[in-house]
């Protein structure tokens, strides 16, 4: 847990469609944590708030968290860029390169010490208008964590949540279509947060989509032991609770109370040929997460 003098930030790293949606809403609602969602994704510029639906329904630059939020951020932290998401060349990443750009402007460079402070302000403000002890960021962004990790204001632990290649290939190819595309984002998203595992091995806590799908107290409990907290029952009733993430997909919005369950699907939808293909180019990551206790 962090020490009292630091920022408590659980920063969940994972490929798309890897359950980080509903662990944020379940983290959020312990009574210590509050969960921020994709926070890369949050837009500093008022217009492009009014476009973007926190969980809560409203825009982000009506809701009442969020403009909280902004309220202490001065307006010389505000990139142009106006997101925090950033990106550097995979050969900078192999070398740990300190080249970073905005991922929405690659020619524009990061200036580090201004990027990991607007970063800390940020959360410090999260925690004063949530008055809560830790924060839940469910960005994935290995690079803003490669970053964030520097800060002597944050203690951030790593949550890597993996779902099986197959169930994430499929639901990107139900939504976007085309399948090898989805199998290689998968692998290389999960072998890049291997490369930061083995520079930062004890700022990481694993775990399985599948094992939190079948047992999600045994799962959080496991998660929340590391950081120094303990299970709250409600946690599990999250629905109850009004949310405020940035970014996630549609199981924000929904108001049914909702049983946790895996979602199967690809079992039996997935084409054989498309299994075929990735047990024989993938399937080894597959087994060698399987294989992690």
């Known amino acids: ?27 959020d609602s312990h009574s210590q944590i509050v969960g921020v969602g994709e926070l890369s ?37 505000q990139f142009s860029d106006s997101k925090l998401e950033i990106y550097r ?8 390169r300190k080249r970073y750009v905005f991922a929405s402007a690659k020619t524009k460079k990061v200036n580090l010490e201004r990027y990991l402070k607007l970063n800390e302000k ?24 490669s970053i964030l990790l520097a ?21 990107y190819k139900k939504k976007y279509g085309g399948i090898i595309s989805p199998m290689l984002r998968w692998t290389l998203k999960n072998l890049k947060i291997e490369i930061l595992k083995r520079r ?33 029952p409600k946690m599990l009733e999250f629905r ?20 946790i369950k895996e979602d199967t699907a690809w079992k039996t939808k997935l084409p054989l040929l498309d299994k075929i293909i990735f047990n024989l180019l993938f399937g080894w990551l597959n087994l060698f997460y399987q294989k992690i206790k």
């Open 1 to 27: 847990m962090a020490t009292s003098n630091k920022i408590l930030v659980i920063y969940l790293l994972g490929s798309g469609h890897c359950g980080s949606t509903l662990l944020d809403l379940i983290m």
């Open 41 to 77: 994704n949050w837009f500093f510029e008022k217009e492009k708030q009014s476009k973007i639906l926190c969980t809560c329904r409203r825009p982000l630059s009506k809701c009442s968290f969020w403009q909280e939020v902004s309220k202490g951020i001065p307006v010389d932290f």
């Open 89 to 96: 060349k995979k050969i900078d990443f192999l070398f740990n």
């Open 122 to 145: 940020i959360y410090e403000n999260i925690l004063t208008v949530s008055r809560k002890k830790a924060i839940f960021d469910s960005s994935k962004d290995v690079e803003r964590a």
């Open 151 to 171: 800060s002597d204001k944050l203690e951030v632990i790593l949550l890597h949540l993996v779902r099986d290649g197959r169930g994430v290939s499929y639901s």
């Open 200 to 232: 930062y091995p004890r700022k990481f806590i694993f775990l399985r989509y599948e094992d939190f799908c079948k047992n999600p107290e045994q799962a959080i409990e496991k998660v929340l032991k590391r950081i120094g907290f303990t299970f709250e």
């Open 240 to 259: 109850r609770k009004i949310h405020h993430q940035v970014g996630g997909n549609r199981l924000r919005f929904l108001i049914e109370e909702q049983q």
